[in-house]
């Protein structure tokens, strides 16, 4: 069984830092895990994803301001936010899913497990 929570989430201003956490339970063989977001109104969208070989994958919205990694046992995994606008601003979800492919791996589909999300508000 997979729980998985979330943590880190809060207010910053226009320009600032913010780190996720996501601390996971079960089998983290061939686990790829992932962050999406979710904005009032909006889509969830997928912002990063890390297969369990470790490679990474980002949305073009937040390329070169996020970044995903992961501890040694591959129980946490965080999201590193830098330079945050307002347009960051939505709940932010951390995912996983075991066997995942090379195709749509932002896509909320490919996701089994969810956690139940933490904000993030940018002013």
């Known amino acids: 069984h997979v729980q998985l929570v979330e943590s880190g989430g809060g207010s910053v201003q226009a320009g600032g830092d913010l780190k996720l956490s996501c601390t996971t339970s079960g089998a983290t063989w061939d686990r790829s895990m992932a962050w999406f977001r979710q904005a009032p109104g909006k889509e969830r969208e997928g912002v990063a994803v890390i297969y369990s070989d470790g490679s990474v994958l980002y949305a073009e919205s937040v390329q070169g301001r996020f970044y995903i990694s992961q501890d040694v046992a591959k129980t946490t995994t965080f999201l590193q936010m830098f330079s945050l606008t307002p347009e960051d601003t939505a709940m932010y979800y951390c995912?996983?899913?075991?066997?995942?492919?090379?195709?749509?791996?932002?896509?909320?589909?490919?996701?089994?497990?969810w956690g139940q999300g933490t904000q993030v508000t940018v002013s």
């Open positions: 995912a996983a899913t075991y066997g995942l492919g090379t195709r749509d791996p932002l896509s909320r589909s490919q996701y089994n497990y």
